[in-house]
């Protein structure tokens, strides 16, 4: 298992999302399908990526833009058929792209056949499949656990006479993982997609999986405590001890990885969601090889964008993580696009963007992108009467929601609807994205998407930035530097965060710096200088 997990296409990897809805439409409806996103695959593979991670196609009411699952082992008819799904599955192989798909096994939809038999009686078969609990004397949820998307995360049902628990919307009740069956159940539509031919799978929500089984209520935040907490959703004011990352959860891991191994060469990315403790369940569900392959946190998807607070990141999950693996991302589906984030005013984004491109191909672990990050889109800005994320639409005007970056794929610049679909999208095109469309830049050396083929490229090229180790060297002000090595090689990577020219003195033990790449970047006897997001990618003797 060892051996295996050293050399898995996995580790190392460039995975690209792809949300669905978003891709392209092939029916005229105004949103994505599987047939569109077959149809466009060979962009995709001109990037130089090597899977693909398809956001959720299952049969759901769409809720939660599929995100709430009412059948697991079928498409819905939005998207396509199976028979689309495995035509895709084939064209992405014959591509060279591995598939990585979206499973969501923390809750379901409501209208799932398990949560309406559950919800029917309190002795059914599948009475106890989900999480369910009496009232308080006075009638009061159990605890006080909070829902992610506002509110208690408790949901009185008037059949049972009980509470039932949801992490997100109450329309996604969450799946009791403490019934052997339920994670059988769970296993079993985890098989239907691998005997499809599925390289891989994303785990949403990963450490949401199992809940207290004793209901215990979460303590309050220290920062709340002394009133210094200020966010806008109320579930950030407690430390969640209890309605997630469980101990149990480890187990149920096991279970799924065991599965993985029956057959071959697959793999399994989960999605971290633990604030303050990211880092150690990372470590906890990546290491010992019989758990997740890798996990990605949001560290890098906020706003902070510093020398600093990437070296501590990294250095912090290097610390943590002894022989786990991480996956680093500065956008998806969930947070606004990182061009948006981290452009500063009077800066231009295109240079964010090339900067960006590069410093994510130079760390330590696997990447994903995120569909349109490659044509430097930035955040669109969407009036209230178009939103559809329920998210956005609860906590608008305080925020905005996720709209913003999941507005369609622009292809053709002068096409309608930039080429999406000849219908009305179901979120609006900006004017400013249909300028970046792909066959725009595809004839332009000077692109962002140009760069990112380059970079990609760059990165195929050295496997000391695949799968070599990290080092990072003492730098002041907005400088950040360290040493990749690997595969007989050593490369020196040095990046200026900061919005003026900055100067690095070169270590005296750094012996011979030959350039690779590195732009207006300038090598001196003693020291190297960077202009405003300037970067620097050099082979060392």
């Known amino acids: 298992m060892a051996a295996a997990d050293e050399t898995g296409w996995w580790r190392g990897c460039v995975i690209y999302q792809i949300y669905p809805r978003s891709f392209q439409d092939t029916t005229g409806d105004g ?52 028979a689309d799904f495995d035509a895709l599955v084939t064209e992405a192989h014959r591509l060279g792209l591995k598939v990585i798909i979206d499973q969501v096994l923390s809750h379901s939809s409501d209208r799932h056949d398990w949560f309406v038999e559950s919800r029917a009686s309190r002795d059914n078969p599948k009475a106890d499949w989900y999480v369910w609990a009496d009232t308080k004397p006075d009638g009061g949820a159990p605890n006080n656990w ?66 207290d089984r004793w209901l215990r209520s979460n303590p309050p935040l220290a920062s709340s405590v002394a009133g210094t907490n200020s966010e806008t959703n109320t579930y950030l004011y407690q430390e969640h001890l209890f309605d997630k990352t469980q101990p149990e959860n480890l187990a149920f891991l096991k279970r799924f990885r065991a ?45 902070q964008f510093s020398a600093a607070h990437v070296r501590g990141c990294v250095e912090a999950f290097e610390a943590a993580v002894s022989d786990g693996w991480v996956c680093w991302a500065f956008s998806n589906h969930d947070v606004v696009r990182h061009v948006s984030r981290w452009t500063r005013p009077g800066s231009d984004p295109d240079t964010v963007a090339r900067f960006s491109i590069v410093l994510l191909s130079c760390l330590r672990g696997s990447i994903c992108l995120y569909e349109g990050e490659e044509l430097g889109l930035e955040e ?43 219908a009305k999208p179901w979120l609006p095109i900006p004017a400013s994205h249909r300028a970046r469309a792909v066959d725009v830049q595809n004839i332009d050396a000077a692109s962002v998407l140009a760069s990112y083929r380059a970079t990609l490229a760059l990165r195929r090229e050295h496997p000391a930035l695949v799968r070599g180790s990290i080092r990072f060297l003492d730098a002041e002000d907005e400088i950040l530097a360290f040493i990749r090595e690997g595969g007989g090689e050593r490369l020196l990577c040095v990046f200026n965060f900061a919005g003026e020219l900055g100067n690095w003195p070169l270590p005296p033990d750094i012996g011979t710096v030959a350039s690779i790449v590195g732009g207006e970047a300038v090598v001196e006897e003693s020291k190297l200088s960077l202009p405003e997001l300037g970067f620097f990618l050099g082979q060392l003797g």
């Open 380 to 422: 669109a800005e969407l009036a209230f009467e178009d939103l559809r994320d329920p998210f956005g639409i609860r906590f608008w005007p305080g925020v905005k929601g996720r709209d913003g970056c999941r507005t369609p794929m622009v292809w053709e610049a002068g096409a309608d609807n930039a080429g999406f679909s000849t």
């Open 146 to 211: 909070l829902s992610v998307f506002g509110g208690p995360a408790w949901e009185w049902d008037s059949t049972r006479r009980q509470y039932y628990m949801h992490n997100f919307l109450a329309s996604q009740p969450d799946l009791n993982f403490h019934n052997a069956e339920v994670q059988e159940a769970l296993l079993e539509t985890v098989r239907f997609w691998l005997e499809r031919g599925v390289d891989g799978f994303r785990l949403d929500t990963v450490n949401y999986y199992v809940h």
């Open 259 to 303: 599965l993985l191994d029956e057959y071959e060469d697959r793999a399994a990315v989960g999605e971290i969601g633990d604030e303050g403790r990211s880092l150690q369940t990372l470590a906890a569900y990546t290491t010992g090889g019989d758990k997740l392959h890798m996990c990605y946190t949001f560290d890098l998807l906020g706003p």
């Open 31 to 82: 949103s994505g399908d599987l047939r569109g996103i077959t149809s466009r695959l060979a962009h995709v593979a001109s990037l130089g990526v090597d899977a693909i991670w398809l956001s959720p196609f299952f049969k759901s009411p769409m809720a939660d833009m599929g995100y709430d699952v009412s059948d697991y082992q079928d498409v819905d008819p939005m998207f396509g058929t199976i």
